[in-house]
């Protein structure tokens, strides 16, 4: 139902009972989006950002899980399809390990990368490289072409400050995607922003 939001942050809220969340304020509406640790320290404090999303109904109870890029979102979908793997358990996943890292762990059977994620033990850990090699080998080739902000967790707090300040200057997602694309692979520095900020704008200028 919901592909991603554009809105500002108006709260992180990293140990409530119920989970980690951020909240994202949109049109005058705020939504509680429920993400891992690893996500909200990545997220300014403040400011105006995209935040993939997948919602998740059951019988009792119906809310957003939250994501940097549709790559993780889809990983997400992959892991919580395994047969005892839950929202929250894939969004640990996620939480603790990279994406490539799953998947190199999934299509390698290297089971033992993935219980380094607590609460994930040798059985469930085979089950997962078991159900999901097929699906990572047709689906790595497909990631790995991704701009490299997707899988460098390092460069990806420089990229979401370039990105809020872009998209406050009234600049597109696709401009925007393309731009930083193109700026990462230019620069020395990939985790100084102002230095990538600028060189998306010389882009975007020509």
């Not at 140990?15 to 429920?34: A, K, Q, R, W």
């Not at 640790?37 to 059951?58: A, E, F, S, W």
Request: with cysteine; charged share 25%.
């Amino acid at each position: 139902m919901f592909s991603f939001l554009r809105g500002d942050i108006a709260a992180k809220q990293p140990n409530t009972p119920f989970g980690t969340f951020l909240v994202l304020e949109v049109n005058g509406t705020g939504y509680s989006i429920m993400v891992n640790i690893k996500t909200l320290n990545k997220l300014p404090d403040k400011g105006n950002v995209i935040i993939y999303t997948q919602l998740i109904h059951r019988e009792d109870t119906m809310y957003l899980c939250g994501f940097l890029s549709p790559q993780e979102r889809d990983l997400f979908n992959f892991l919580q399809s395994v047969s005892g793997i839950g929202v929250k358990v894939a969004l640990k996943l996620l939480g603790e390990l990279e994406p490539l890292d799953i998947i190199s762990a999934v299509v390698k059977e290297d089971y033992k990368i993935l219980t380094k994620t607590k609460g994930i033990g040798p059985k469930i850990a085979q089950r997962i490289t078991f159900e999901l090699k097929d699906k990572m080998v047709n689906w790595r080739p497909e990631l790995e072409k991704q701009p490299k902000i997707q899988t460098q967790a390092k460069q990806l707090a420089s990229y979401i400050e370039a990105e809020s300040v872009l998209l406050s200057l009234g600049y597109n997602e696709g401009e925007i995607k393309e731009s930083l694309s193109i700026a990462m692979d230019s620069i020395k520095d990939q985790e100084d922003t102002e230095a990538l900020l600028q060189s998306a704008l010389r882009w975007l200028s020509i």
